[in-house]
């Protein structure tokens, strides 16, 4: 018998990523691919690029220098390594990549990955491998679903994209020309993905999308539905206890979805809605089409329909002509709101982008600086945030064996990672837990009695400076 051959992935970015990069596992698994963690020994090894700021863009180039180095060692030993670039690197630079890293064997688009074993064949036998077109056919129809032991294997908590691409074209986002226009896939076959996760043990999904909340998928009745409607389907899904959603743009914020988080348990109240900014200038430039106050009429929306819920989002410091003052507006829309978590970037211009033609930059020192100052306002609401869970009693799935022996790990609703000693065999169930101190981001507690749990403090109530 021939040994396997194996794979490696690396994937860098979003969690759209993380989806691909499974639905590529599974169709190379029809190929004798068995995934290995170590990129030394794999016959194939795929970068699963991220194209959305220069750093993340940059460090694929870096990460082949080093595959080159391996590639050639292998050979010297007789044995023939494939290097593969996937995700929105290879969309945007295509066959360009091959030309700059002439190791690279294969270059594959984000709508292409059904394509695969093909493109294994051809660079294999010397020919061309670059697919980047958006091509006609649904490559949902052409990966495999994947096997119930990987499943096991990837645990309680999964992935399942709903929607690709993007309409909105925020003036400095690169995802509208890689991962093209928004498509939404039919609602029946995200229920049969669900379905045949919760049967193989995944407890948690999280629906994921450039703008999930965009989605507009056929139905089971022939009707398009919302990311709403979807939800209140899926939440009937025997074995899903938790769903979530990402990532949603405020203007696709509908009623079906607000009526969502009113009416469903299963829908957990945390939800990560971008900003971007605080500015109404730069919200404008940044073709974001709503304001701040928009913004939070939306939030305001969401806190009537669940009270206990909290909130994440993205923001861009140093967007071209941001001055101070802009700027002090981004701080005073996140004091005004409260965030349990939140990312900040400094602006980096794509290539292809409108933005990257704009002339006023701002100057790298002002843009650490501004950058410094949000990110210390976001932890000290973070940690107030945190620090609000002590003495409370809330629901924490269980999701595997921590580090430490015979404590298990688990995430509440607003995904703080939670640990308390417990059998294994609470992994895959929600169990409410006293909560009793924080150690940096992760909460530590008991298990306590069915029924003990207390009503989380509302997030609108915590202020940055603790409570
Ligand atoms: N520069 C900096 N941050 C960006 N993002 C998207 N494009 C850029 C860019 N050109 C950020 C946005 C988005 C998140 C995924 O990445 O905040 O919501
Ligand atoms: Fe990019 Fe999100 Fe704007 Fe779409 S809505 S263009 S994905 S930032």
């Known amino acids: 018998m021939t040994s396997p051959k194996k794979l490696h992935i690396k994937s860098y970015g979003c969690q759209m990523n993380v989806y691909d990069a499974q639905r590529m596992a599974d169709t190379l698994a029809g190929e004798g691919f068995v995934e290995t963690a170590e990129a030394d020994d794999a016959d194939l090894v795929i970068l699963n690029t991220c194209h959305i700021r220069e750093k993340a863009s940059e460090k694929v180039f870096s990460e082949l220098g080093r595959l080159r180095v391996a590639k050639d060692e292998a050979a010297r030993r007789g044995r023939q390594v494939s290097i593969a670039v996937a995700g929105c690197v290879a969309q945007a630079e295509g066959d360009e990549i091959i030309r700059r890293a002439p190791v690279v064997d294969i ?45 096991r294997a990837r645990g309680i908590s999964a992935f399942v994209t709903v929607q690709e691409g993007c309409d909105k074209f925020c003036t400095f986002c690169v995802v509208p020309y890689t991962r093209g226009a928004e498509v939404s896939r039919p609602a029946e076959k995200i229920i049969d993905e669900v379905k045949r996760l919760a049967d193989n043990g995944v407890r948690e999904i999280t629906l994921i999308g450039q703008n999930v909340n965009a989605y507009h998928g056929e139905g089971e009745d022939g009707r398009t539905w919302p990311l709403g409607r979807l939800l209140y389907r899926l939440a009937e899904v025997p074995g899903v206890l938790r769903l979530r959603y990402s990532t949603s743009h405020p203007l696709d914020v509908d009623d079906s979805l607000i009526a969502a988080h009113r009416d469903l348990k299963a829908l957990m109240p945390f939800v990560h809605l971008p900003v971007q900014s605080g500015s109404d200038r730069i919200l404008a430039a940044m073709n974001r089409r709503h304001t701040a106050s928009d913004y939070l009429k939306i939030v305001e929306r969401f806190r009537t329909a669940r009270q206990d819920i909290a909130f994440s989002s993205d923001f861009i410091v140093g967007f071209p002509g941001e001055t101070e003052c802009e700027f002090t507006e981004t701080l005073a829309l996140v004091t005004e709101i409260g965030y349990a978590a939140a990312y900040s970037f400094k602006y980096s211009p794509r290539p292809g982008t409108p933005a990257a033609e704009m002339r006023e930059t701002v100057s790298a020192p002002d843009m650490d600086e501004r950058l410094a100052r949000l990110q210390s ?27 430490k022996d015979g404590q298990i790990v688990g995430r509440t609703a607003y995904l703080q990672p939670a640990h308390v000693m417990a059998p294994p065999d609470i992994i895959g169930q929600v169990k409410p837990v006293r909560i009793e101190s ?17 009503s989380p403090q509302p997030a609108a109530s915590l202020s940055p400076t603790g409570a």
Do not use: M
């Open 107 to 151: 270059v594959v688009g984000p709508q292409s990955y059904h394509h695969l074993p093909t493109l294994l064949a051809r660079s294999r036998a010397g020919e061309a491998a670059v697919e980047t077109e958006f091509p006609v056919d649904d490559k949902f129809n052409f990966l495999p679903q994947p096997k119930a032991e990987a499943i």
């Open 377 to 403: 306002l976001i932890d000290s609401q973070q940690s107030a945030f945190n620090r609000a869970a002590i003495g409370s009693t809330v629901e924490v799935l269980f999701e595997r064996a921590a580090r």
């Open 438 to 454: 924080l150690e940096r981001y992760s909460l530590l507690g008991e298990l306590a009695p069915i029924g003990a749990l207390t």
